[in-house]
């Protein structure tokens, strides 16, 4: 699918093609979906477990996590093919690192002969259509965002930003703390649990944030062909795809005013504007101590996985700190970089505090360079904490409030061990 250019179809042709990325889409938002309870069960289970055998906090479990979800620090056999190429490839490399516009470096570097050429094509054919943040067609993909894709090669190339830690001794030492007749069950489940963390990340990169971009890129194609109907070819992004068709193959559709609103309602609003729940408050779950050993231990490793998943600090922020939880170890000192979202990424440089509201998957391929994570919202299972501990960097989630008290520039201390961070000034 990839491999079609939309802006060469004829418009019976490209109809047919927004219809075959819709059912693509919806298909692999399935596929996504059909992996939650894999990436969450057994991570949860092994918590519940080794939480009861040894009394140690939750963010020194997932700990034990880190290293086994290359994909979450942008990790994937072209990215190492690209590494290698760049290795034996002086001109290239200086190519990469020249001044210039950041698209017309890649097209260059795409178009070279011999291995370097094939393996940037390769890795840009991976990750250039995938969305960067969050799942909706109206988000930028990578390959819209050249400066930022530039500088993730940069850093991936010259091996920067990621920190290797000893995780064997880590699991040692909780090992340790294991009575001796659980020790066996806890390699298993630490076992499974590892295995199972990196579906946490895969499932959207492998599935609908990249056919999300392909819907995104032939909606745009849509809207590039019907120009003259539209205030801005953008606002093809916010048609339904009965009006997109419609409009496509000259059968109607929404009028340039009607679809211009509503790019216009969508840009002043945020989830941020969106209620919290809707209808009553719903009951507290079931005791699970009544239910069957089996299903009871299933209930609670669930239960106790979407609680890290989702759930931010409760404790109260203070002038100067902010109180989250330590999802990645180590402590940092640098200056803040408020992200708003993925049109400024361009703008974080070696050594920057990510603050933002939260990471999706697909924010892994662009930060290679940073020195600590801080979010809003999310807990120690969330993508920023995943994200943050397989670069090895200091990480503080769910603080509730850095968005809205730390401003773009201010230095910063990432306590990733208490969880905590301070603002400098």
């Not at 298909?27 to 069960?41: K, N, S, V």
């Not at 299933?298 to 203070?318: I, P």
Request: hydrophobic share 40%; glycine share 12%.
């Amino acid at each position: 699918m990839q491999a079609i250019d939309p802006d060469t179809l004829a418009d019976a042709d490209l109809v047919a093609y927004l219809r075959r990325c819709r059912d693509h889409h919806a298909a692999m938002i399935t596929q996504h979906m059909r992996f939650t309870a894999a990436a969450i069960l057994p991570v949860g289970d092994f918590l519940a477990h080794v939480e009861d055998w040894t009394g140690l906090p939750p963010a020194e479990l997932l700990g034990l996590m880190q290293g086994a979800s290359t994909v979450s620090s942008g990790g994937s056999e072209e990215m190492e093919r690209m590494k290698e190429a760049f290795a034996k490839d002086p001109s290239a490399r200086a190519a990469l690192e020249a001044d210039g516009d950041p698209a017309q470096i890649l097209a260059d570097l795409r178009s070279r002969g011999g291995e370097t050429g094939a393996a940037i094509a390769g890795y840009l054919d991976l990750v250039g259509n995938r969305l960067i943040d969050g799942f909706d067609i109206a988000e930028p993909s990578a390959i819209e965002l050249p400066g930022a894709l530039i500088k993730a090669i940069r850093g991936a190339i010259s091996g920067e930003g990621r920190a290797n830690r000893d995780i064997d001794a880590q699991i040692a030492r909780v090992r340790a703390q294991v009575p001796a007749e659980h020790q066996k069950q806890f390699d298993e489940l630490l076992n499974e649990a590892r295995t199972n963390y990196r579906l946490r990340d895969e499932r959207g990169v492998y599935s609908d944030i990249w056919a999300s971009g392909l819907m995104r890129r032939a909606a745009l194609a849509a809207g590039r062909r019907v120009a003259g109907q539209l205030a801005n070819p953008f606002h093809m992004l916010d048609a339904s795809l009965d009006e997109m068709c419609a409009l496509v193959a000259g059968s109607g559709g929404p009028s340039a005013e009607e679809l211009a609103t509503r790019a216009a309602y969508r840009a002043a609003h945020t989830a941020k504007d969106v209620p919290t729940s809707l209808g009553p408050v719903p009951p507290p779950p079931p005791d699970p101590s009544g239910l069957p050993p089996a299903a009871g231990r299933l209930m609670r490793a669930v239960t106790l996985a979407l609680g890290h998943l989702f759930g931010s600090s409760t404790t109260q922020n203070e002038e100067s700190v902010l109180f989250g939880l330590a999802a990645s170890r180590g402590v940092y000192e640098g200056p803040a970089r408020r992200v708003a979202g993925p049109t400024e990424f361009g703008r974080i440089v070696k050594g920057d505090v990510l603050v933002t509201e939260s990471t999706t998957e697909a924010f892994n391929i662009l930060l290679p360079l940073l020195g600590g994570i801080i979010t809003d919202n999310g807990g120690l299972l969330s993508h920023a904490a995943i994200v943050a501990r397989e670069y090895g960097i200091p990480g503080v989630v769910g603080t509730r409030e850095a968005t809205g008290r730390i401003t773009d520039g201010m230095r910063v201390r990432v306590d990733g061990d208490a969880g905590e961070v301070t603002v400098l000034g």
